[in-house]
């Protein structure tokens, strides 16, 4: 590799290939914070990917992550923790310009015409996922664990959330969304998160191959080329992909997700031992389900009742407006000084449950701070 440059925690280099082309490579380096992203990260991010979509000796692109451990663990919401806090009730500068620019990158990670390949190795969370998501080619391993916590937080599956989980097989993005749970890199496979599998040891080869590719001035081309290359190597892969507990357990997640939100609630707590000692997996999804917030829990339903013909553009203009409204008057503040600043583990949520809601406080959430025409992303789509 060469052209290495280091910029706000994430390392941008290239990748000489025999054609004469190159591959864009951004690594997120905050090892220590697991990679989570930050407002200084999120702009390098997109000022770099701006440049290299523009660069027609750029073929396609890389996205990783520092370390073994994580690709990226989510976003570090500590900044709009502190400015809520010193404004309660408001929406922030701090809130919106994050979660905006964030959006932004996701966005255009989603309409690069480039290949873009996220190596989605390790822990990938939040805003890691909204990453991975965006990508056309992403790859898991067998040390993948994805989620979507944002219930135990007080937020909701964001990052383009409202647009990717009613795609999923059945009620799986519901049970996603619901109760955080932690998918293999088999269950991100089965769900569409990841479209290839290869096994860890297997990246220092892809590089390898990914530079005798013959890339050319053609972006369709170079997204087959990709696919092809992957696939191959996956056939290959020394552990092969692991069966999928969402897969094998779709019905029952189906019945339990059925219905309206009390339902729903009830059908979970409701859950018998015995199910639980035959299905730990399902035991704990559930436990963190009932105890993250219940604001959360209803964002998550009314996100799968906008279906699966919301449009890109639709979810993050929604979704900008929700989030810097969880921030203000949800449980998002209580959420992350529970788990990320006090880190006492025992938010006390604004409501013990979803039916003690007021139905206009969720209406209040889902309404936008602005009108159509002064909306941030009023030109997105």
Known sequence: MDNSVMTNNVVFQTLGTISGKQIGIATLNIETALN?????????LLAQLTCWKNDDSIAAIMLDGAGDKAFCAGGDVRAIYHAAMDKPGEVTAAATEFFKLEYQLDYLLHTYAKPVLVWGDGIVMGGGLGLMVGASHRI??????????????????????????????????LFLGM?????????????????HYLN?????????????????????ANHTRLHALIADMQGQCHIPLAPSILAEHQALINT???????????????????????????????SVMLAGSPISHALVYEQSLLGADM????????????????CAKADFVEGVRALLIDKDRKPQWLYNDAAAIPKDLIASLLCSPWSEAEHPFSHMG
């Open 140 to 173: 898991v391993t067998q040390h993948s664990r994805i989620a979507m916590p944002e219930v135990t937080i007080g937020l909701y599956p964001d990052v383009g959330g409202s647009y990717f989980l009613n795609q999923m097989p059945g009620k799986t993005g």
């Open 36 to 44: 989570a992203l930050n407002i200084e990260m999120v702009q390098a």
């Open 200 to 220: 860890r040891g297997d990246k220092e080869r892809l590089l390898d191959a990914i530079a005798t590719v013959g890339w050319r001035n053609d972006n369709a």
């Open 179 to 195: 109760t955080a749970y932690n998918m293999t890199g088999a269950d991100a496979y089965y769900v569409g998160i990841g479209n």
């Open 256 to 286: 339990l997700m059925d219905g309206d939100l009390a339902q729903i609630l009830t059908q979970v707590k409701g859950l018998n031992d015995s199910l639980k000692q035959v299905h730990p997996w399902l035991a704990k999804a559930c």
């Open 311 to 326: 449009t890109l553009a639709g979810a993050f203009k929604l979704e900008l407006g929700l989030s810097v409204n969880c």
